[in-house]
């Protein structure tokens, strides 16, 4: 079994999009996060723009290989908002995104099921109107050797085109790589079994 080493996210911040049912107002906006500190500045900022608005429901998930997510209701019924919301991150299989639906009530109750459409379709539409791109996960390692290895490494960096992030080239030389995640463990091996190179992952 091949190890996966990509992953979907989004880009930029879209348009926000508004979705209205029966006078309740659902602004949505998607945010690329990479941590909870992130999430915390948008919502803040969001709360400041929508002062008068009713709920501020959302969902997120964060990290490639150890995921954290959240899914928040904000007052709505249990599992209302913050789950559907939640559901449609997991259909467009994206993830270090933040989805906040903000709504306005405009007098008439949805019920439960009404509001999971709501909060689901305007999740769908800002989701399906960010710009999703794929990204590869890459391991760093640290080549440690002496000068007369040279020669093996840089062939063995040559032959599988990889990336040098950094080197120190004197008697003690000192090379840092990028490596794709699913040859990491291929190449690892490789410099491990060259006599009087030493390899550490970062």
């Known amino acids: 079994m091949v190890e996966k080493d990509t992953y979907k996210t989004i880009v930029n911040i879209p348009e926000s999009i508004l979705y209205k049912d029966k006078n309740s107002k ?9 941590n909870e500190n992130d999430i915390k500045n ?11 608005a009713s709920h501020y429901c959302y969902a997120y998930q964060i990290g490639t290989e150890i995921i954290t997510y959240r899914a928040n209701d904000d007052g709505e019924p249990n599992n209302s908002a913050g789950l559907p919301i939640y559901r449609q991150i997991q259909a ?9 639906v903000v709504r306005y009530f405009g007098g008439i109750k ?18 399906n109107n960010s710009k999703i791109i794929t990204k590869t996960i890459y391991v760093t390692f640290v080549l440690c050797f002496d000068y ?13 085109r990889l990336e040098i992030v950094n080197q120190r080239l004197e008697i003690a030389c000192q090379i840092t790589i990028s490596v794709r995640k699913k040859e990491a463990t291929t190449i690892y091996k490789l410099f491990e079994s060259i006599y009087k190179v030493t390899i550490k992952k970062l």
């Open 148 to 160: 007369d290895r040279m020669n093996m490494v840089m062939q063995i960096i040559k032959e599988k």
């Open 42 to 52: 948008y919502l803040d900022s969001l709360k400041k723009k929508h002062h008068a």
């Open 26 to 34: 659902f602004f949505t906006y998607a945010f690329p996060v990479l």
């Open 110 to 127: 949805l019920g439960v099921g009404g509001l999971v459409n709501a909060y689901k379709t305007a999740a769908f539409l800002i989701l």
């Open 92 to 100: 467009f299989e994206v993830t270090n995104i933040l989805v906040v």
